[in-house]
């Protein structure tokens, strides 16, 4: 015991003057040494350098890499811009931004934290720890991450995520008739299909694999999702831009110049190439769809249950049952 508290003073010491001296160089690297040797030390000293930081203009500085989060209530639903993105970034830059989804970022970092399952306040208190081990698996500037969670706020000084941590987002929303369709294709139950949109039925995510990461499932239903989003202090905030499902799949060569405009403004040094988004659009011509029928028929009274649920969020983005 006296031995750990000598040294808890020690590392106490050597932080307060790095960090008041502004030394990320030596931070990072006395971090790292931590992280090695003794994981007990190290989540005590990055906490507190991480809080010191996010509550300081420095932050900017200290946080080099960034997140581009891609959003969606059915993360299905991201994978033609994650491709797009992936596409167009490499060809441009030769940068990869090793997309993957948020969950699975997840699972990749729980040995770090000797954690075997993370509910929704777990992600609530320490989501900004999480993401920065996550941006610290990988040496780009920016990691592309998918995600079905709501955007979550504890006030005062928790979030889904920081803007030191975010470069910018993305959110495809889709009229909820058409994902309502796809789950009772899939589940053949309109029990099932109404519970999964409205946030009723939320197992958790748990790979294949025994002894696996278990992760509460926070998508909070289709409303719920897309409010949480398209609030403007977090659209203002965390520069975020809304893309409708049904207008890329109706005009891609506008809404991937769009997408790319939108980095531009976060802060990317890239520009638009019309002849380069041509070329990924004609190579994946098979994905975009601009015919939403479904073998399934829907009943009246299952329209009526759908626009009795998400009246409000349907007249705001304009959908119609």
């Known amino acids: ?127 900004f720890l999480y993401q920065y081990e996550i941006l610290n698996q990988t040496s780009n500037k920016n990691k592309l991450l998918q995600s079905n969670h709501a955007f979550f706020e504890k006030l005062p000084d928790k979030f889904f995520t920081h803007y030191y941590l975010t470069q910018c987002f993305f959110y495809v929303i889709k009229n909820p008739i058409h994902i309502y369709q796809q789950y009772r294709e899939k589940y053949e139950s309109q029990l099932i299909a109404l519970n999964m949109i409205s946030g009723l039925k939320e197992d958790p995510i748990q790979s294949t694999e025994e002894n696996s990461l278990i992760i509460e499932n926070t998508n909070k239903g289709w409303s719920t999702n897309v409010l949480s989003w398209s609030n403007p202090n977090v659209m203002n905030t965390f520069r975020g831009l809304l893309i409708k499902y049904e207008d890329l799949m109706n005009n891609p060569l506008q809404i991937f110049a769009e997408i790319i405009s939108h980095l531009i403004q976060s802060g990317m040094d890239i520009d638009v190439d019309y002849e380069l988004i041509e070329k990924f659009i004609e190579k994946n011509q098979h994905q975009i769809l601009t015919n939403f029928n479904f073998d399934i028929a829907i009943s009246n009274q299952e329209k009526k249950k759908i626009t009795r649920e998400f009246g409000d969020v349907l007249e705001k983005f304009q959908y119609k049952i």
């Open 1 to 127: 015991m006296l031995l750990k508290k000598i040294k808890t003073n020690y590392l106490d010491k050597l932080f307060s003057d790095l960090v008041n001296k502004n030394d990320f160089i030596n931070i990072d690297k006395e971090l790292k040494k931590l992280k090695n040797n003794n994981q007990e030390f190290y989540h005590l000293f990055l906490n507190r350098v991480l809080n010191t930081y996010f509550n300081n203009d420095h932050g900017q500085e200290f946080f080099k890499n960034k997140i581009i989060w891609l959003n969606s209530f059915d993360i299905s639903d991201t994978s033609l811009i994650k491709e797009f993105l992936s596409f167009y970034i490499n060809q441009k830059i030769d940068v990869s931004l090793s997309p993957e989804p948020y969950t699975d970022a997840l699972k990749n970092i729980s040995k770090i934290f000797k954690i075997k399952q993370i509910s929704f306040e777990d992600l609530v208190e320490n989501s």
